[in-house]
């Protein structure tokens, strides 16, 4: 028998004890083996996922014939060293390289990684067999469909790849038994915690251009039948797999069937307690029936939050992008069902894709605030394979990129080509965008101005964004403010490109912790000031009274205010008239959770998704001035 050792790599968060299943090798090795002559000539060793001191992994492996690497962005330079050890020990060895971080079309790709033999393109079943099979001669390399073969350096293309039209042709690696080995060696002594990755479709009928999913999108979406996406849901319950994550390019689109799997996995939850969570990309024209779906989930627990992946809210981004998103009017009926239903919906907004503006961005994500949005910022990746990536196309967009070290990086070094200035917004303006959005996002998402900015729009005019413009300005440049040092720190970040500290929540929690526990006094005084710079209003320091009091602290409390007007309603109803006369409120604040034992951190990481920071405030008397 000859020695075959795959490898994937799982994306590790440093510290964490959460992995992924090696799903994608374990498809195409199951593939592999329904060939007999793969599965009779040929023994897995091992499949490697954790990323391990190399010679570690050398040391004992024995006499590999065969070494399959997976690689993505976040273990592309990994799988390389691994590959170049294995080569120099084993030089006879063949190395195949396939998954997401293939270049497609990069001809010196075998002269500066001469220890890589094939590499595959897009899909990997089909041409993963065949190669196996060249390699028991029975048919030579180069009839093996969408693969790149390394002669003496140059790179020999094959034909197009071919897809997997019928996909109940692969064995599913979970309940095929290929996993059983991972669960007993790590996950049963507790060492790590590996999430589960289910396929219910393959391909997209959408071609956004900074997206790389190995040419499976603009293409026909293939299905999984239901009844292999029933059994994997069992056997990760059954083998105590908390997280799901769902690899559909849209999940949700087909509607009937992808409510029986949310059906399906409400049902297994509540038979076997898991799997706990199930994260999926939600379809990205969301309708009515995804929002059924996101509750159903939600009210079973196995949901955070609902996600509407937006990228930009400006309609000459959509363009560039080839995206289409909702209209805003299809936008806040989702968001009215959502609210109706009381589930809170979250967006993903990418920071600077092309004809994107600083005052466009702010501009879309003030639109988003309004309708009570959670909003998640993610940095634009350059990805080789992209249509972004495609120089003309750079060009044409101005595009600017910077290599970054990645967070990820555990072990060897992983880099990532960002996306730092176009021909729209400069790199200064790039870097602002990131700090004007993380501290507009903390403060309003969190409660401490969303109720001061709502009331200088409506009253005012003063539009929610030139409001955090002015909120940033003064903080950045009053070394009074007491948020005056945690910008500095933050702009230090966004001026390193460090965008991570951004985008990881629990990074800055100290900060919303001074700004609203040790020093929020002085926080809310500084908001004032902000506010009396702008509009003169003598109204201003009841409203800033409101906006303290809404939410919650560690200690159960309860209020009785006094205000000159109908503020509360005036600014949460927009329909509502600002109605002077001595409006008394009552404000019922029933302190943070037992199960946060005091931690007001804790609570809040978890009340910022769903807004149970907020206090309940009614009104009990208004006494109406003529
Ligand atoms: C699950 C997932 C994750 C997981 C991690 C998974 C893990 N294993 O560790 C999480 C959620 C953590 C994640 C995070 C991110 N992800 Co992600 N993620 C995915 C997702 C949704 C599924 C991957 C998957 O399992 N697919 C199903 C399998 C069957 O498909 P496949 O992996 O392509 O495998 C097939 C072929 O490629 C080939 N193949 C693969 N490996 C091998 C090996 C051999 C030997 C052979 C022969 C063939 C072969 O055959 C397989 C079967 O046909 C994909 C999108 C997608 N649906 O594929 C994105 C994707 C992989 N992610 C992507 C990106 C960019 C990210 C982020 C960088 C996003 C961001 N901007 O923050 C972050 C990473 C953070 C960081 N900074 O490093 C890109 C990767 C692009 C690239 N060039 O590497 C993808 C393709 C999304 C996209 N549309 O562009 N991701
Ligand atoms: S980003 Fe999502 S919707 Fe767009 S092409 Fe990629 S997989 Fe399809």
Known sequence: MKNVYLAQMSLEVPGSK????????GVVWCYAINDPAVKQNFALKEILFVKEPIEDIIDRMEDPEVLGLSTYIWNTNYNEQLAKAVKAKWPKCKVIVGGANVPNNDNEYFKENPYVDYLIHQEGEIAFKTLMRSFLGLEPDTEVPGISINRNGERVQTGPSVRVNDLSQIPSPYTSGLFDDMLNKYVKNGNIILNAIIETNRGCPFKCTFCDWGGVTFSKVHRFDISRIEQEIKWCAENGVEYVNNTDANFGIFKDR???IVDMLIETNKKYGFPKVFDAPWNKNNNQVTVTMAKKLLDAGMMRRFTASLQSMN???LTAIKRTNLNGEQLD???LDARRMGVSVSTEMIVGLPEETYESWKTGVAELLRGGL????FPLVMLQNSEMADPDYRKQYGIRTKRIKSWFSNIVDEWQDMVVATNTMDEKDYKRTWLWTWFTVLVQANGLTHLVAKYLEKRHDVKIQDFYEAVLD?????SSAVAYEHLKKWSGYADRLEYTYFIAGFLYTDVLLDLSQHRRDNFFADIQKVCEELVDDPMLPQVIDLQQKIQKQTVASQHRVNYSANL??????DSTTLIKGETTYSIIDTGIEDRFEGDWNSFMTFARKNGSWRNNITQ???ERVI
Do not use: G, T, W
Not at 18 to 25: L, Q, W
């Open 18 to 25: 959460y992995y992924y299943f090696p799903y994608s090798v």
């Open 258 to 260: 992808d409510m029986a």
């Open 333 to 335: 009926n989702i968001v």
């Open 315 to 317: 309609p000459d981004v």
């Open 568 to 573: 509360y309603e005036y600014i949460m109803d």
């Open 620 to 622: 009990i008397e208004h």
């Open 474 to 478: 003064k903080f950045l440049n009053d």
């Open 374 to 377: 959670i909003i998640e910022s």
